[in-house]
């Protein structure tokens, strides 16, 4: 059983940043893929970003890349998000989520753990 715990989300301008961070239980957190996703109102949720278990391979939704970057600490059992250039349609219920064999994967059913979100809320 691992438990995530995601921090960082808020309101902020079109244009500015935040850094989302994702705190994991457990002892075998190097050994787990991650992701993170979002769910905006009315809609499905969707892939944000994914990172392998030690931090190289990392992989984006066309939508964030070039202003999203994901990485993780494995000695603090934590994956961040810093969000740079934010839109309004950024807007959404961001989830950080386990992937508990395996490279990192952009497909939800993939992962096993979900944190319960924080929102992030960007005005125009």
């Known amino acids: 059983q691992v438990q995530l715990v995601e921090s960082g989300g808020g309101l902020v301008q079109a244009g500015g940043s935040l850094r989302l961070s994702c705190a994991a239980s457990g002892r075998t957190f190097s050994s787990y893929a991650m992701g993170w996703f979002r769910q905006a109102p009315g809609k499905e949720r969707e892939f944000v970003a994914a990172?392998?278990?030690?931090?190289?391979?990392?992989t984006y939704a066309d939508s964030v890349k070039g202003r999203f970057t994901i990485s993780r600490d494995n000695a603090k059992n934590t994956v961040y998000l810093q969000m740079n250039s934010l839109k309004p349609e950024d807007t959404a219920v961001y989830y950080c989520?386990?992937?508990?064999?395996?490279?990192?994967?952009?497909?939800?059913?993939?992962?096993?753990?979900w944190g319960q979100g924080t929102q992030v809320t960007v005005s125009s």
């Open positions: 990172i392998g278990r030690n931090g190289v391979s990392t």
């Open positions: 989520a386990v992937k508990t064999s395996g490279s990192n994967s952009y497909l939800l059913r993939h992962y096993s753990y």
